[in-house]
């Protein structure tokens, strides 16, 4: 099967899923469904088989290309996400969380200091589900913003509060897409890589627009932000924004902080608008929205190896101690060795270079990874060049997918429960790790062999 055949074939089985209904994949939203209540074997199934031919066409895509031009494939992929938005969400159940805090704000409730518990009998609260019931939001103050007027639009209406966060997080990723063909559209071969990397990616619908995650929204913002850095306050402005959604993704902020290094001018506009905006939101949001996002941070995955050199150290060391903080920085040392690896193989010192190893070296070391954190680093690589990083990332959504099939803890068959206790807390970690690794080692000799590469001879006289 090529690999096109390969990306519509998972793009189909996604859309399939949702138009299934409710499911072991889909939370039910009361809205309209055609009730076929399928079985939860039979939806796992679908979803494990969207994402294995879903790896397969975006490798095959990225190592022999693609028979259809990069224009029709920003049409497909911009097509498929409109039609993933108004279906139910599938995959986890974070669109639950984020539209109990859009109710929250409409109701008068602090969503960052109260969870889904603490509105007993809410139409929409009440549909969070365990073990994030009692958690307060972790997302940034426009993200909130975002949610709470979907939850003005949607009032006491589920269905229709999630169909405005769909619809938003849709758009954000088509204009992410439009973004990236725009940038890219004067180099053929870059175009179809940046189409293949994220417009027409399966993987990506099936994480970020079927998912309907809040880092899409941070993604759109980031790449504005690179391609607007010409203009340092609207970049700043830009870049504050994608901040105030998600943390996380101010790691591409040091990209173009890099780049105006020697233009500290332009650099002091840039950041102090980046700053100005961040600082506003969370004054208006209250000193209260830290709180979650630091307790948090110090999280670790189950399917990230830190989970399982956490286990090591606890078996041998003794469980008394959780060893966070150790692994925090030995994470932070692990990013920068990878960072610096990578800038030594890759060429390019710009922005986009720099945002797209920083991402890229990020999602492989974080303590605490899940399928739709890669999507900042595929944005990203999609803007730089091409090398074999790309496969690499590539593989990393492939198994981080598989590990979380599905993100959720509700109506999952006990029969099934391998697909959580060995996939994700066994198989992942260690494939991970072997590929962390392996990219940190092909980095090692690519830049090896770029220094020992002979020179072309100067001209002569």
């Known amino acids: 099967m090529s690999a096109s055949l390969c990306t519509a074939a998972s793009v189909l089985l996604t859309i399939v899923i949702g138009l299934l209904g409710p499911s072991a994949v889909v939370p039910d939203l009361g809205g309209p469904s055609l009730g076929l209540a399928p079985g939860p074997h039979l939806v796992i199934g679908l979803a494990a088989a969207a994402i294995v031919l879903g790896g397969l066409g975006l490798l095959g895509g990225l190592a022999y290309g693609s028979r259809l031009p990069p224009r029709l494939l920003v049409v497909i992929g911009c097509t498929a996400a409109a039609v993933l938005a108004l279906l139910p969400p599938s995959g986890s159940a974070d669109h639950l969380n984020y539209a109990a805090y859009g109710r929250m704000v409409a109701l008068g409730v602090d969503p960052y200091t109260h969870g889904a518990a603490d509105l007993p009998g809410d139409p929409i609260a009440g549909a969070v589900e365990e073990p994030w019931r009692e958690e307060a939001s972790v997302y940034g103050p426009v993200a909130t913003a975002v949610q709470a007027l979907a939850g003005w639009v949607g009032g006491g209406s589920l269905w229709l509060t999630v169909l405005v966060l769909a619809l938003v997080n849709a758009a954000a990723f088509i204009a992410t897409g439009l973004l990236l063909d725009r940038f890219t559209r004067d180099d053929p071969a870059r175009r179809l890589r940046a189409a293949l990397l994220w417009t027409a990616n399966p993987l990506l619908l099936y994480q970020l627009v079927a998912g309907m995650h809040v880092d899409t929204l941070a993604i759109a913002c980031m790449v504005a932000a690179l391609l607007a850095r010409s203009r340092p306050a609207g970049s700043g402005l830009l870049l504050g924004l ?190 991970l790790l072997a590929l962390t690794l392996a990219l940190a080692g092909w980095a090692w000799t690519a830049a090896a062999r770029a220094r020992t590469r002979p020179q072309p001879a100067a001209p002569q006289r």
């Open 242 to 431: 994608g901040v105030a959604v998600k943390l996380n993704a101010g790691i591409v902020a040091l990209g173009p902080a890099w780049e105006l290094r020697r233009r500290p001018g332009r650099l002091a506009v840039m950041a102090g608008v980046a700053l100005a905006v961040v600082v506003a939101g969370y004054t208006l949001a209250g000193l209260a929205a830290l709180e979650p996002v630091s307790r948090t941070s110090k999280a670790i995955s189950h399917a990230s190896f830190w989970k399982t050199f956490q286990g090591m150290l606890q078996a041998v060391v003794g469980e008394g101690s959780a060893y966070r903080g150790e692994i925090q920085v030995a994470s932070l040392l692990v990013l920068a060795l990878l960072a610096w690896a990578l800038f030594r193989a890759l060429p390019g010192r710009d922005a986009l270079a720099v945002a797209a190893v920083l991402s890229v070296a990020y999602v492989f070391a974080t303590p605490y990874i899940l399928p739709w954190y890669d999507g900042l680093a595929f944005a990203m690589v999609a803007m730089a060049g091409a090398s074999l990083v790309d496969r690499f990332l590539a593989g990393h959504l492939v198994i981080l997918s598989l590990a979380y099939l599905p993100a959720r803890v509700e109506m999952q068959p006990a029969d099934l429960e391998w697909l959580r206790t060995v996939v994700r807390q066994q198989v992942a970690p260690w494939a």
